[in-house]
């Protein structure tokens, strides 16, 4: 992997994908791509090349390609569950019309190719802890049919076209740089900003709902190191399952309160957002990705819960809060 194209890289993973792998190839190496232009104070305004691209225009996505000469493209563009449940037709066009271009240019540009999957492609039918790496998988959201779909369509693009296809499905990740684009695991990061702000935070989902959870460190990592893997030892190509701890707000919030002593909780239950997480895996086996290519996480709760407060305390001396990116919290049907 020398020259990367990265689609949806102004979101929540992105963002911090992109600031590490121009660590490892240069900035110029990394072309960012998204639908929407940087805000002047986002971290990948004017920190190298940008272009605004609508992954679901495949004519413009091969042009960026070859003008970028990408060797590999991190596809990130995505609608994400809560705002797929309001946007369901949206969610399809962009979250599989999109990858269907991007594997197209994949196999006629002959790069390799990133596509994120989730904890959304299972369903309550799965067993959910542990979740094993093959599994059934029948969810109930138009978010997790398209990771589902999306799955098969990277291993049928590679088994039938050659394409050098690869994915994890990730639990929900929790950042300080870009905030979370509207997803069911949203409540994990936004807690933060609220414990910060307000000393108080009001969570959708209800005390109990453990969900597997991972710092973004470790998820960029990840993703780095699966493409770097050796392909050979790959059979699950373009679903692996990782993790990293396992989160219920009760227990993010005593993690909070034993640092911020008057941080409080309560509990509205959002119910579309909360039977979402019911359908989800509460551990995630991820036996197959440490087997195949050595993952292994780094972060744990504690080490996540100080390091997220040390930077999103520095970014609010640096930007009282609502002048800058991390200080802003979007609510789930803003973005995408
Ligand atoms: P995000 O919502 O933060 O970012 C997505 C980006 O895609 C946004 O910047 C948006 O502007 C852009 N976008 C939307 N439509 C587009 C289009 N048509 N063309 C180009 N760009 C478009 O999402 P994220 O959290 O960074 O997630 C990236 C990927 O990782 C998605 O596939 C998501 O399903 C997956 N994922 C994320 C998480 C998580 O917790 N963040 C967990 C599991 C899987
Ligand atoms: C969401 O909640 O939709 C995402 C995810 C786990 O895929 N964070």
Same mark, same amino acid.
């Given at each position: 992997m020398k020259r990367v194209l990265v689609t949806g890289a102004l979101g929540q993973i992105g963002t911090e994908l992109v600031a590490s792998l121009r660590e490892g190839?240069?900035?110029e190496s990394v072309l960012a791509t998204d639908l929407r232009a940087p805000a002047p104070d986002h971290p990948l305004a004017d920190a190298g090349p940008f272009r605004q691209l609508d992954c679901t225009d495949g004519s413009a996505l091969a042009r960026a390609v070859r003008d970028a000469r990408a060797d590999t493209v991190f596809h990130l563009a995505a609608l994400l569950s809560a705002v797929g449940e309001k946007r369901p037709m949206e969610a399809w066009r962009v979250?599989? &019309? $999109?990858?269907?271009?991007?594997l197209e240019v994949a196999r006629e540009e002959g790069t390799a190719l990133f596509t994120p999957s989730s904890i959304a492609a299972f369903g309550q039918d799965t067993p959910p802890d542990p979740t094993p790496?093959?599994?059934?998988q029948r969810p109930t959201t138009m978010y997790g049919v398209t990771k589902v779909a999306g799955e098969l369509l990277c291993d049928y693009y590679h088994t039938r076209f050659g394409v050098d296809a690869r994915g994890l499905r990730y639990p929900g990740l929790i950042s300080h740089s870009a905030p979370p684009g &509207? $997803?069911?695991t949203d409540w994990a990061v936004e807690i933060f900003h609220e414990a910060l702000d307000r000393g108080h935070y009001t969570c959708f989902l209800g005390p109990d709902t453990q969900l597997d959870m991972m710092y973004m460190p470790d998820a960029v990592r990840a993703a780095i190191e699966l493409m770097e893997a050796d392909p050979a030892r790959l059979r699950h190509r373009n679903a692996f399952n990782v993790t990293a701890m396992q989160l219920a707000p009760a227990r993010l919030a005593e993690a909070l309160a034993a640092r911020i002593p008057r941080f409080a909780i309560d509990y509205e239950v959002d119910p579309v957002r909360q039977a979402i997480a019911d359908s989800w895996p509460r551990r995630l086996d991820d036996s197959a990705a440490r087997g195949e290519w050595g993952w292994e996480p780094r972060w744990t709760l504690d080490a996540m819960v100080d390091d997220m407060l040390t930077e999103l305390r520095a970014a609010r001396t640096a930007a009282?809060?609502?002048?800058?990116?991390?200080?802003?919290?979007l609510p789930p049907d803003s973005r995408g």
């Open positions: 190839l240069g900035d979250n599989l &019309g $999109g990858l269907m271009e991007v790496q093959d599994t059934l &509207g $997803g069911t009282p809060a609502g002048e800058g990116a991390s200080a802003v919290t």
